[in-house]
């Protein structure tokens, strides 16, 4: 079984930055992507960045702004958010996938006041 925990969420003003962490806790191997999803009130849940062993990619508004990082040794996956605005606000969450198996974690909010 595996256990997805995050952290780093708040309220922070427009410009400012926040970072995310996602600790894996259990069987966390050969592991395919680690990703950032975020879905705010009303919207559906969309890709924010996403941590492939072919690379990185990021949700178009986000770039430049979010980086996606893991430290394996860890088991754990950052997202390191700049330049923050108020449309980012939204619960985060951090998932990680083995082909069709994934795993999702609780949600941390983050809130950016203009």
């Known amino acids: 079984q595996v256990q997805l925990v995050e952290s780093g969420g708040g309220l922070v003003q427009a410009g400012g930055s926040l970072r995310l962490s996602c600790v894996g806790r259990?069987?966390?191997?050969?592991?395919?992507?680690w990703g950032w999803y975020r879905q705010a009130p009303g919207k559906q849940r969309e890709l924010v960045a996403i941590?492939?062993?072919?690379?990185?990619d990021y949700l178009d508004s986000v770039k430049g702004r979010f980086t996606i990082s893991r430290d394996n040794a860890k088991d754990t996956v950052y997202l390191q958010m700049n330049n923050l605005k108020p449309e980012d606000t939204a619960v985060y969450y951090c998932?990680?996938?083995?082909?069709?198996?994934?795993?999702w974690g609780q949600g941390t909010q983050v809130t950016v006041s203009s």
């Open positions: 259990g069987s966390i191997f050969n592991v395919n992507s």
């Open positions: 998932n990680v996938r083995w082909g069709i198996i994934e795993y």
């Open positions: 941590d492939r062993d072919i690379g990185t």
